[in-house]
């Protein structure tokens, strides 16, 4: 590849990396309290800089939609779960406890979204989808079936160009350098370009059975090496996910899931 | 056209009912399908892949059109979330349409997951994957209680209502609508919304694709044909 050299976080194998990331995210959802998410946050956006060597404008900008979904569900649980003591913020007057879960809800999104951004930002989608061929035995031919949707997802873009292009050429009420615009044309495109994806799912299949998938064992043409160390990883961040809830439990501000309804 | 079938067309008999019109019923006319007890062909392993990766692209190019309009909400916008609830699970629906084998709708509509989580970047997070997981199960629940047989109207109102219970369900934890005032109107909107743009629209859209002929290799086309 093009990179210099990879970094700590890209040479971790993909399938260990997923399963960790998948795992903690999931274990993040059981936790509604606000502090445990933020330290995490930070612990992750931390190793997103220092193993990942992600640059900081890279990170922010990728944290612009997690803001937004974040701060959504701060201000519907605000003004929708009321009780508690009254805080004053500014002009307005919130129940403590739509505060305290909107804020656990909101640090819990940029938590996982920040997880997210370890998958998307450090790992190669073809290296991805070798590991997990080789590692978690996904069968050829899905591996094989996704790679080649993926080689057209690539091609999405273009596509989806060339029949606008062609609608604006039949349409005769064009006017120049505008593609059509009325959401009936939209949506005829979009449709265009899914019947084209299907037609096109029968072609990559000639070419995939013309290539001999799925007659047999397959050899890995660039195999994705898993090591001690890949799982030496996934066990430090697993034990360190559950130092921190430990350490809350005992200082006392870990709440679970009863904490919604109380 | 080269492709080869790998479903073996039957012939043509009569156009008797507008197969868009009539619930299709397996009666007693149309024979056993044999191909139910094995696996996928690759030919609908590869369909299944394309069908998720482009309906992937489809949700996350939503999602991103979406968020301005969230934060210009405000407080309805969470609201809005269970109006849309049913349009991100049509891919498994109508992937069960289309092929008629068991597990496919929950792999098509994890799949769409993983290509929104992985490949794009979705703000939901590596979470998605088992959001995807319970949305693909919850709408193939219904087929599969009829054993793949029945794809009538019916049959797609009762997938959209198990998808909307068990994403509520999820969700209920996931986002912490338990507790909150409008918990009941929430589940009331999530369910009218997976019916129609789950169900009702999974069934509109495969009929629209199988009118087009690009199907005719699968177990849909098979049923048009009769």
Request: glycine share 10%; net charge positive.
């Amino acid at each position: 590849m093009t990179a210099p050299r990879p970094t700590v976080l890209e040479r971790w194998n993909p399938t260990v990396k997923l399963a960790t990331v998948l795992l903690v995210s999931t274990a993040a959802l059981l936790v509604t309290d606000p502090v445990t998410p933020a330290t995490g946050w930070l612990l992750t956006v931390a190793a997103l800089l220092a193993l990942g060597r992600v640059p900081v404008r890279t990170l922010a900008l990728a944290h612009v939609p997690f803001v937004v979904f974040a701060t959504s569900l701060l201000v519907v649980n605000v003004v929708t779960r009321p009780g508690g003591d009254p805080v004053t913020l500014g002009p307005l007057t919130v129940g403590a406890d739509g505060l305290a879960i909107g804020a656990a809800l909101a640090l819990r999104t940029l938590f996982v979204g920040s997880l997210s951004l370890v998958l998307v930002l450090t790992t190669d989608p073809v290296r991805l989808m070798t590991s997990l061929h080789q590692h978690a035995r996904l069968p050829a031919t899905w591996t094989f079936a996704v790679l080649a949707a993926h080689r057209l997802l690539v091609e999405l873009p273009d596509a989806w160009h060339t029949i606008r292009c062609a609608q604006a050429v039949r349409d005769p009420r064009r006017r120049r350098g505008r593609l059509p615009r009325s959401p009936r044309s939209l949506g005829a495109a979009a449709f265009a370009l899914l019947v084209g994806a299907v037609r096109r799912s029968e072609r990559l299949t000639v070419a995939l059975e013309s290539r001999g998938l799925g007659s047999g064992p397959r050899t890995t043409s660039r195999p994705v090496p898993l090591g001690v160390p890949d799982v030496v990883a996934a066990g430090a961040v697993l034990a360190l996910a559950g130092a921190l809830v430990a350490v809350g439990m005992v200082a006392g501000w870990v709440t679970g899931i009863g904490a919604l309804t109380a | 056209m080269t492709e080869p079938r790998t479903t073996s067309p039957r012939p043509h008999d009569t156009h008797a009912q507008p197969p868009d019109l009539a619930p299709d019923r397996s009666g007693p006319a149309s024979p056993p399908r044999p191909s139910l007890r094995r696996g996928l062909t690759l030919h609908e392993t590869v369909l299944v892949a394309v069908l998720g990766v482009v309906f992937g692209f489809v949700y996350w190019a939503f999602v991103q059109l979406w968020a301005p309009l969230q934060l210009a909400m405000g407080p309805l916008a969470d609201l809005a979330a269970n109006v849309l609830a049913g349009a991100w699970i049509i891919v498994g629906p109508l992937a069960t349409y289309i092929v008629r084998k068991p597990g496919v709708g929950v792999l098509a509509e994890t799949l769409a997951a993983l290509v929104e989580v992985v490949f794009l970047a979705s703000p939901a997070g590596p979470l998605l994957l088992v959001v995807g997981l319970v949305q693909g199960v919850g709408a193939e629940l219904p087929f599969a209680l009829t054993r793949y047989r029945r794809f009538g109207w019916w049959a797609f109102v009762a997938s959209g209502v198990s998808a909307a219970l068990v994403t509520f369900a999820f969700n209920a934890v996931r986002f912490g609508w338990l507790g909150q005032d409008y918990a009941l109107l929430r589940l009331g909107i999530q369910v009218v919304s997976c019916v129609v743009l789950c169900g009702l629209a999974a069934r509109l859209l495969g009929d629209a694709l199988a009118r087009t002929g690009a199907l005719d290799a699968f177990a849909i086309g098979a049923a048009r044909r009769g």
